[in-house]
């Protein structure tokens, strides 16, 4: 996590030293590949340092700060870019994130590195289906993850999710500017505001997600149930964003949007936490990634294709929708109620599926 943050932030830096387009997209690329770990990283961190009853609020905490980032940056980037120019702008963020590196680096400790008490290491692990094993994820067994549902609902439902996170976090400015005819500087602050409501809920799902298990809720369906629950909602609200006249309504609507995708997306890692092996925690949050980057992707361009098409967001705003709707089915429907086990991870004949649990 301390090396991608780190190559994050001088991809973040030579953002503001570019010469060409194509030397910026160079510049995006790095971005990318350093941003990658952060999300599989900080899962398998909670997987480690938090009991399977615990896991809930601690990933909304550390999820919330994808909204927190968007709340401070509207505001305070909007007046660096005025007072000093995009290229200070890029290169600040880059220099501030190197710090945030290196200390990351320096104060984080693995749980083998720190002497735990029994009481404290059997704590980690209490209530746990199976012991955590010791050995590292093999390739075998990181590839036979694609044969359980369980992964590909992932993927599908994760895809859902970031592409709602990215279609507002990409082109809510723009949509501000050129939908709702406010100023550069008026927008600034008014896109913090879903942002904002993004942070408290992905706290608050963390929350709730944790009240479900101590009531009851399988560790997987006291995730699956914020996520589908957020992204019903995350559907209902973008289509009311599309089509009220009123600015107030749609900014009210597409902070409600951004809530619940905040709460969706931190309980999608909160479920990945306890959908397989501790070892392969960071091997399935990193193929949900893949389909969330997927969605990521594809936001920012389809939203730009169908605008220029067309001439207006409400297109857009539609199809984000029905995008919605369609991962909260593949969460409720494609998911099982049972975790992947170490043993049906082994290497085994092609014949060989595990029961209920294979696509």
Same mark, same amino acid.
């Given at each position: 996590?301390?090396?991608?943050?780190?190559?994050?932030?001088?991809?973040?830096?030579?953002?503001?030293?570019?010469?060409?387009?194509?030397?910026?997209?160079?510049?995006? +690329?790095?971005?990318?590949?350093?941003?990658?770990?952060?999300?599989?990283?900080?899962?398998? %961190?909670?997987?480690?340092?938090? @009991? !399977?009853?615990?896991?809930?609020?601690?990933?909304?905490?550390? @999820?919330? #700060?994808?909204?927190?980032?968007?709340?401070?940056?509207?505001?305070?980037?909007?007046?660096?870019?005025?007072?000093?120019?995009?290229?200070?702008?890029? %290169?600040?963020?880059?220099?501030?994130?190197?710090?945030?590196?290196? +200390?990351?680096?320096?104060?984080?400790?693995?749980?083998?590195?720190?002497?735990?008490?029994?009481?404290?290491?059997?704590?980690?692990?209490?209530?746990?289906?199976?012991?955590?094993?010791?050995?590292?994820?093999?390739?075998?067994?990181?590839?036979?993850?694609?044969?359980?549902?369980?992964?590909?609902?992932?993927?599908?439902?994760? *895809?859902?999710?970031?592409?709602?996170?990215?279609?507002?976090?990409?082109?809510?400015?723009?949509?501000?500017?050129?939908?709702?005819?406010?100023?550069?500087?008026?927008?600034?602050?008014? #896109?913090?505001?879903?942002?904002?409501?993004?942070?408290?809920?992905?706290?608050?799902?963390?929350? !709730?997600?944790?009240?479900?298990?101590?009531? /009851?809720?399988?560790?997987?369906?006291?995730?699956?149930?914020?996520?589908?629950?957020?992204?019903?909602?995350?559907?209902?609200?973008?289509?009311?964003?599309?089509?009220?006249?009123?600015?107030?309504?749609? !900014?009210?609507?597409?902070?409600? #949007?951004?809530?619940?995708?905040?709460?969706?997306?931190?309980?999608?890692?909160?479920?990945?936490?306890?959908?397989?092996?501790?070892?392969?925690?960071?091997?399935?949050?990193?193929?949900?990634?893949? /389909?969330?980057?997927?969605?990521?992707?594809?936001?920012?361009?389809?939203?730009?294709?169908?605008?220029?098409?067309?001439?207006? *967001?409400?297109?857009?705003?539609?199809?984000?929708?029905?995008?919605?709707?369609?991962?909260?089915? #593949?969460?409720?429907? !494609?998911?099982? @109620?049972?975790?992947?086990?170490?043993?049906?991870?082994?290497?085994?004949?092609?014949?060989?599926?595990?029961?209920?649990?294979?696509?």
């Amino acid at each position: 996590m301390g090396l991608g943050l780190f190559v994050w932030s001088l991809a973040q830096a030579a953002a503001g030293l570019v010469g060409s387009f194509w030397q910026f997209v160079i510049a995006r +690329v790095f971005l990318g590949a350093g941003e990658a770990p952060m999300f599989s990283g900080a899962a398998r %961190v909670v997987r480690d340092w938090w @009991n !399977v009853r615990d896991r809930g609020l601690p990933t909304g905490i550390w @999820n919330c #700060a994808s909204s927190l980032g968007p709340t401070i940056a509207p505001p305070l980037l909007t007046v660096l870019m005025i007072s000093f120019g995009w290229r200070w702008m890029f %290169v600040s963020m880059g220099l501030l994130g190197i710090v945030v590196a290196i +200390v990351w680096y320096a104060v984080y400790r693995e749980v083998e590195e720190v002497a735990l008490s029994p009481g404290e290491a059997h704590h980690l692990t209490e209530g746990e289906e199976e012991p955590p094993p010791a050995q590292h994820v093999t390739l075998a067994e990181w590839g036979h993850l694609f044969r359980f549902r369980v992964t590909w609902g992932l993927i599908l439902g994760f *895809f859902g999710i970031v592409y709602m996170v990215w279609l507002f976090q990409a082109w809510l400015p723009g949509y501000l500017e050129i939908q709702r005819h406010m100023s550069i500087r008026t927008t600034g602050f008014v #896109a913090a505001i879903p942002y904002a409501c993004g942070v408290v809920g992905s706290i608050g799902a963390g929350w !709730v997600t944790d009240r479900l298990m101590a009531g /009851g809720f399988s560790p997987i369906n006291s995730r699956k149930l914020p996520i589908i629950v957020g992204l019903v909602a995350m559907a209902v609200f973008t289509f009311v964003a599309a089509e009220t006249p009123s600015n107030v309504v749609a !900014v009210m609507a597409i902070s409600a #949007a951004v809530f619940f995708a905040g709460g969706a997306s931190g309980m999608s890692w909160a479920l990945a936490s306890v959908a397989a092996p501790a070892h392969c925690t960071a091997s399935l949050g990193s193929i949900q990634n893949f /389909g969330g980057y997927l969605g990521g992707a594809l936001a920012p361009t389809v939203t730009g294709f169908i605008v220029q098409a067309t001439g207006t *967001f409400v297109p857009a705003l539609l199809v984000g929708a029905i995008i919605a709707l369609a991962s909260a089915l #593949a969460y409720l429907v !494609v998911i099982p @109620n049972r975790p992947i086990r170490s043993a049906e991870l082994g290497v085994a004949a092609p014949s060989a599926r595990p029961s209920g649990a294979s696509v």
